[in-house]
């Protein structure tokens, strides 16, 4: 195991999806990082604004405020590069919107259903970029 594997992250996940954070935060639990879950976009803002996470995984179809309202807040209040956002959807988007966030500062997206090692290497990934 290298070294930057060893390194236990601090990660929020914002995903209105039970099912799907249980079992993530449960899987990234074990491999020894620690998992904030908020299952709505303005309380996950909010917690993005307090504190530091190593990566935020984000989900864009919520209802009410959305994944998109985050990252609009986010930007509107320059703080969006400041933050390791990966976007996490199953929503139907285009290549070429998920490109368009991906320049205005979110870090990476991965989509859904997603292979659970596959998602852990692109957090560690997006972590250390």
Known sequence: MNKMETKSLNILMIDDNEQIT????????????????VDEGREG???????????I???????EFDGFDVIKDLEKNNLLKNHKILVFTASTITQEELDK????????????????????SK???TANT
Request: net charge positive.
């Open 57 to 63: 995984l984000l989900d864009l179809a919520m209802p």
């Open 22 to 37: 249980k079992m993530l935060s449960t899987f990234l639990e074990l491999k020894k990082h620690k998992c904030t879950v």
């Open 45 to 55: 803002l909010k917690i993005i604004k307090e504190g530091k996470h190593d990566v």
């Open 123 to 125: 957090i560690i990934e």
């Open 101 to 120: 966030l991906v320049e205005r500062g979110v870090s990476a997206y991965i989509l859904k259903p997603i292979d659970i090692d596959i998602l852990l």
